[in-house]
């Protein structure tokens, strides 16, 4: 039983703006997602340009040979995530991170703003969508005037009502990522972002946990998120390897978003759960054909020569009953279907058949 109903949009009063697209239809750059779309493909840079610009462009270039739709970023600096202070809250006790302040680890993955005009540039030039996750508003002041295509709301973020008002309000397509929410917190979340913008909005699955277990992923809340508020939902994958990712697909994610890096022998912060070019490759293409063999509800209607039909065992006289000893159920299709051999047995031939004769209901009195 489900535990909400689909979260209505609000009165046009209340909305800042309104249009007729499909709810279950998202249009981000010159891609559509959802509604029997391809699954549209992210690969996140995140902190894995390790300082390098160079190497960030190298990553755009790998990411559209790989297959992505798109490459994402992380806006923010250390001192608007948190604060350079050395108390045991802000000190990183366990995980893959441990050792660490907040704000060392911030740092330490921060993508400098002076290279995102240049980054966008090469991105619009080789044809892949680029865009961010801006941690505070005065990221989204910054990536509007880089004209970013969308903006996805982090996770952590998504208590944060404020910062889903203002990217809702830029009218750009939104992805909220669901991460630790709990299912009272995301419909909060999606109506903080309905009232602005009702029909501009994705969800998507995570679980927060870096790497995150393949047993702690349940996919199955995938179509849950869909029937609970009539949205297209993706995954964003933290898992090793590319398998979780294609299941998803198979329960309906119309997105998927993996870290991503040239090669994981270099040190970054996620360097350890993010997947190489050639493995974010095979991952699309397996996606691909997932989504080629999912096709649609169909049934077999033409007759099938591998399977059996009704005929003549021997040759049959004219006036002869139909027994087990002169027809049978054998290959080739043809001629009567074998379920109906019970309702013609006993039943008289009306003309000669030789054998090898399909027995066809012209044949029987």
């Not at 209340?14 to 493909?41: A, C, E, F, H, W």
């Not at 991460?179 to 917190?185: F, I, N, P, Q, V």
Request: aromatic residues 8%; neutral net charge.
């Amino acid at each position: 039983m489900k535990t909400i109903t689909p979260v209505p949009s609000l009165p046009k009063g209340d909305q800042k703006i309104s249009d007729n697209r499909d709810p279950m239809q998202i249009k981000l750059g010159d891609s559509y997602i959802g509604s029997g779309n391809p699954t549209y493909m992210i690969a996140e840079m995140s902190a894995n340009h390790g300082g390098d610009i160079e190497r960030a462009i190298d990553m755009i270039h790998a990411a559209k040979e790989a297959g992505a739709n798109a490459i994402k970023l992380q806006t923010y600096t250390a001192d608007t995530l948190t604060l350079d202070c050395q108390n045991p809250p802000f000190y990183i006790s366990k995980g893959p991170w441990k050792g660490q302040t907040l704000y060392n680890l911030y740092k330490s993955a921060y993508t400098p703003w002076e290279w995102y005009p240049l980054l966008k540039e090469i991105a619009d030039k080789i044809g892949i969508s680029i865009f961010s996750t801006p941690f505070d508003e005065s990221a989204i002041d910054f990536l509007v005037k880089m004209e970013c295509p969308a903006f996805k709301i982090a996770s952590h973020e998504l208590i944060d009502h404020a910062l889903i008002k203002k990217a809702a309000l830029t009218g750009k397509p939104l992805i909220i990522s669901t991460g630790k929410a709990t299912l009272s917190e995301i419909d909060e979340a999606v109506r903080v972002a309905r009232a602005q913008v009702p029909q501009n909005l994705i969800l998507l699955k995570c679980t927060s946990s870096y790497p995150a277990p393949p047993e702690d992923m349940n996919l199955r809340t995938i179509p849950h998120l869909q029937d609970c508020f009539g949205l297209p939902v993706g995954l964003s994958d933290h898992t090793k390897g590319i398998g979780t990712s294609i299941a998803a697909v198979a329960l309906g994610a119309c997105m998927i978003e993996k870290h991503f890096i040239l090669d994981r022998k270099l040190e970054t912060p996620d360097s350890f759960f993010s997947l190489i070019p050639e493995e974010f490759k095979s991952m699309t293409d397996e996606i691909r054909s997932v989504e080629r063999a999912l096709g649609s509800v169909k049934y077999e209607t033409e007759l099938d020569l591998s399977r059996r039909g009704l005929w003549a065992y021997r040759d049959i006289k004219a006036g002869e009953k139909i027994s087990n000893e002169n027809v049978k159920s054998l290959r080739p299709g043809g001629g009567i279907l074998p379920s109906f051999l019970p309702m013609i047995k006993g039943k008289r031939i009306k003309c000669d058949l030789v054998k090898g004769s399909p027995i066809l209901w012209e044949h029987i009195e």
